[in-house]
Nanobody, 122 residues
Framework: QVQLVEPGGGLVQAGGSLRRYCAAP????????MGWFRQGPGEEREFVVA????????YYADSVKGRFSIPRDNAKNTVYLQMNSLKPEDTAVYYC???????????????WGQGTQVTVSS
């Protein structure tokens, strides 16, 4: 079983930046695809970004393309969500997820973190 650990929430003004991380302690992250999803107030969970750990392919939602990225630290089995030029509509609970098959993540399958609140003030 993979346990994903996420830090506490973050508050930032519009236009600012924030970095979240997701760690899979004791696991070999290179065996997994990793992704970030979010759920805003009163909204359904939506895809943000995902990648295969090999780094060959990274997929972004149109709403975050050019602003968000998903750097990783192989030695720490950690993936990050780097969020730049944040907007109030980016306010949501952000979840990281991992699975051996990237296609399973949008279906809600695989391993999921507990979620972390990101609030962007206008």
């Amino acid at each position: 079983q993979v346990q994903l650990v996420e830090p506490g929430g973050g508050l930032v003004q519009a236009g600012g930046s924030l970095r979240r991380y997701c760690a899979a302690p004791g696991r070999t992250a290179s065996n997994y695809a990793m992704g970030w999803f979010r759920q805003g107030p009163g909204e359904e969970r939506e895809f943000v970004v995902a990648m295969r750990w090999s780094g060959v392919s990274t997929y972004y939602a149109d709403s975050v393309k050019g602003r968000f990225s998903i750097p990783r630290d192989n030695a720490k089995n950690t993936v990050y969500l780097q969020m730049n030029s944040l907007k109030p509509e980016d306010t949501a609970v952000y979840y990281c997820a991992a699975d051996s098959d990237l296609r399973r993540l949008p279906l809600g399958l695989g391993y999921w973190g507990q979620g972390t609140q990101v609030t962007v003030s206008s």
